[in-house]
Nanobody
Framework: QVQLVESGGGLVQAGGSLRLSCAVS????????MGWYRQPPGKQRELVAF???????NFADSVKGRFTISRDNAKNTVYLQMNSLKPEDTAVYYC?????????WGQGTQVTVSS
């Protein structure tokens, strides 16, 4: 019933940009904190950014100034705009919805940044 579907990943050269999208269904979207996580090859999953229903945001230090998270509650969609991409941004990016201690996850989308 609950579905989080990421899209927008792909291959890009260093310095380029990508915008990831996560379409959500099966939950009350506006009641959830939405986040983006990533898992580089051979490493553990890490938080990239999150946004509350009121629009408050937080970013990992590694992406501050380069990435932007936003949400459209009318479309039940959260976005991650990624600019000035670096090879170390290469990872599988996952969408997350959290509320009252329960979390839902998308299947992930691959982002590869070539040097």
């Amino acid at each position: 019933q609950v579905q989080l579907v990421e899209s927008g990943g792909g291959l890009v050269q260093a310095g380029g940009s990508l915008r990831l999208s996560c379409a959500v269904s099966g939950i009350i979207f506006s009641g959830h904190v939405m986040g983006w996580y990533r898992q580089p090859p051979g490493k553990q999953r890490e938080l990239v950014a999150f946004i509350t229903s009121g629009g408050n945001t937080n970013f990992a230090d590694s992406v501050k100034g380069r990435f932007t998270i936003s949400r459209d509650n009318a479309k039940n969609t959260v976005y991650l705009q990624m600019n000035s991409l670096k090879p170390e941004d290469t990872a599988v990016y996952y969408c997350n919805a959290g509320r009252l201690g329960r979390a839902y996850w998308g299947q992930g989308t691959q982002v590869t940044v070539s040097s």
